[in-house]
C-alpha cells in the first residue's frame, strides 16, 4: 500500500491515476448457512440484513429491502455495516450503496463486500458510491466479468479500478448535485404515477358513462 505521503502528492499533482485500493479496505461478507441457526441450537441472535434488493437506483438503503437473519451465535463486526461504509454487490448488475447514520449494523453476506475508507480526508464514501456506479467503473468491471460462468465481480476486481478522485470539496459539490437531481427525479416520477393515476381514472369514468346511454 502507498503510504500517506505519496498519496497526497498523487492527488495533489493530478497527473496520474490510482488504484482504489491504495485508499479504502474491503472485505467479503458472510456465508449466511454457515451461522443460520438451526433447531439443535440453544442460542438464537436476530439481525437485520442486506439483500440484493438493496440495492437500488439510489445510494440509500430502504428498509423494506432488508431481511431478518437469525443466527446460531453472535456475528463479528467485519460483516456488519457501519457509518460511512460503502456496500457492494458483487452479482450482477453491480452497484454501490452507502450506509448512512440510520443504518449501521446490518449483516452483509457473501454476495457483497464491505468497503471502508482509509483516508476520509481525501475520499468521501458518497462520492466513492457514485463512482462505482459510474459508466467509467462499470465498464472497468465488465471487462473482467463478461465470459465467466457466474456472474460476479471479484474483489481484486474493485480493488484494481482506476480512480482520480477531485478535490474533497469537488466531490462533496457533486454528491449535493447528485442527491439534488435524484430527489428531483423522485417527485416527477410521484407526479407521473399521480397523473396516470387520474388519467385511468377519468377513462374508467368515461366508459361507464359511454355503457350507461
Do not use: C, H
Not at 454476495?111 to 480526508?121: D, Q
Not at 456506479?133 to 460476479?152: D, F, G, R, W
Amino acid at each position: 500500500m502507498l503510504n500517506f505521503v505519496v498519496i497526497i502528492s498523487q492527488l495533489e499533482s493530478w497527473d496520474m491515476s490510482m488504484l482504489l485500493k491504495d485508499l479504502v479496505d474491503i472485505k467479503v461478507g458472510l456465508p449466511l448457512e454457515r451461522k443460520r441457526r438451526s433447531y439443535l441450537d440453544e442460542k438464537s441472535y436476530a439481525y437485520n440484513s442486506l439483500t440484493l434488493k438493496s440495492f437500488a437506483t439510489t445510494l440509500s438503503i430502504s428498509e423494506n429491502t432488508l431481511d431478518q437473519f437469525i443466527a446460531s451465535e453472535q456475528i463479528g463486526a467485519q460483516y456488519l455495516t457501519e457509518t460511512n461504509n460503502v456496500i457492494v454487490r458483487l452479482r450482477t448488475p453491480i452497484q454501490a450503496i452507502y450506509v448512512d447514520i440510520k443504518n449501521p449494523g446490518l449483516l452483509i453476506s457473501s454476495l457483497m463486500a464491505k468497503i471502508t475508507i482509509i483516508f476520509p480526508n481525501l475520499l468521501d464514501s458518497r462520492y466513492l458510491a457514485l463512482f462505482i456506479n459510474s459508466v467509467y467503473a462499470q465498464n472497468q468491471l465488465q471487462k473482467n466479468i463478461k465470459n465467466t460462468s457466474i456472474p460476479m465481480v471479484k474483489i481484486s476486481d474493485i480493488m484494481n479500478l482506476e480512480i482520480k478522485p477531485p478535490s474533497l470539496d469537488e466531490q462533496i459539490k457533486i454528491v449535493t448535485f447528485m442527491e439534488t437531481s435524484n430527489q428531483e427525479i423522485e417527485l416527477l416520477n410521484q407526479l407521473v404515477e399521480k397523473q396516470t393515476n387520474f388519467r385511468n381514472q377519468i377513462f374508467d369514468k368515461l366508459i361507464l358513462q359511454t355503457k350507461g346511454k
